[in-house]
């Protein structure tokens, strides 16, 4: 959903990946987005042996670096689309956000000196406009990308692939690594809408069958569809597919090899080097401490981790 692709190289086996979006309209202490039910569970809403960021202490050099602005509010406010377990998605209340990227926000909080975070349901391409406004950082699987990284500051925490997901037993015969002729399901904003929308260029382009693409402004909404048989397939992150597909109760399968891993970011914005420098500085507490791992392993992902916290790394090609 929020990821880059190397290329459209080629006819790479890629497994198809399907996860919830929902209303965008709710807001929660410690959480991240609304839901929706639409044929796929995205998870219980209690996660068991979630971190406890309760537990971590103030880092004196973290605090420093945060901005006053911050500091007086005593809260970091996230944007986030709670639409993408296990990433970012909304308790079984149907309120209140859940997800690793809500509970990295919530440690970040916590060494920055603060009271707690906010995490706010937004659309996806509403939240990087916001920063520095509305939301203090972006915590939505964000691939980090040349265009992002001219827009906002970006620190690297975990790296993702992308995959496909079908209907139980691939009722529609689907392809991963030959899309042309299918219906592909994505959501609306991600970098895998721009990949489905190259790729059916390229199929055009090499006078193959049409591909055609659905994009949907709920990634639940897409793995309805799926289910029901109105797309073929969905393509999104390797996590989320991974998540949606062990949630659908059978109803959805994964597809073909993960491909086009790449680094995701929290974003911050453009002007606020402070903050960036603090949230690089957080992330990095966390994981030479073993924290990201213990955040990440609750969800089944620990093994996405990176070990160096970058500010603004160079984009994947």
Do not use: H
Request: proline share 5%; charged share 20%; hydrophobic share 40%.
């Amino acid at each position: 959903m929020r990821r880059t692709f190397a290329g459209l190289a080629a006819t790479a086996a890629v497994a198809l990946l399907i996860s919830g979006c929902s209303d965008p309209s709710g807001s929660s202490q410690s959480a991240s987005g609304d839901s929706a039910s639409s044929g796929t569970d995205q998870g219980s809403g209690a996660v068991p042996g979630t971190f406890d960021a309760s537990t971590l202490e103030a880092v004196p050099e973290i605090v420093a670096l945060v901005p006053d602005a911050v500091k007086d509010r005593d809260e970091l406010r996230n944007g986030t689309d709670t639409s993408y377990a296990p990433a970012e998605f909304l308790a079984d209340d149907g309120q209140t956000p859940i997800g690793y990227d809500v509970d990295i926000v919530d440690a970040l909080a916590r060494l920055m000196g603060l009271s707690g975070a906010k995490s706010q349901t937004a659309e996806f391409p509403a939240i990087i406009p916001a920063l520095g406004t509305k939301y203090d950082v972006g915590a939505s699987s964000y691939t980090i990308t040349d265009e992002r990284l001219q827009q906002v500051n970006m620190v690297s925490y975990i790296t993702v692939g992308s995959s496909y997901a079908v209907a139980e037993g691939n009722p529609k015969g689907f392809d991963p690594a030959d899309p042309c002729g299918s219906t592909l399901g994505v959501q609306n904003g991600t970098t895998q809408f721009d990949y489905a929308n190259d790729l059916a260029e390229k199929c055009k382009a090499d006078g193959k069958d049409a591909l055609t693409v659905m994009p949907l402004d709920l990634q639940t909404d897409v793995s309805t569809k799926v289910i029901g048989g109105q797309y073929d397939a969905t393509l999104a992150d390797t996590t989320v597919i991974g998540w949606t597909v062990k949630q659908s109760g059978g109803k959805l399968e994964q597809i073909g090899e993960d491909f086009g891993a790449a680094p995701q970011g929290i974003a911050v914005a453009k002007d606020d080097t402070e903050l960036a420098g603090a949230v690089q500085a957080g992330l990095q507490y966390l994981m030479d401490n073993g924290y990201l791992a213990d955040i990440l392993e609750p969800y089944g992902v620990a093994d996405v981790a990176l070990t160096t916290a970058e500010l603004n790394p160079a984009a994947s090609e």
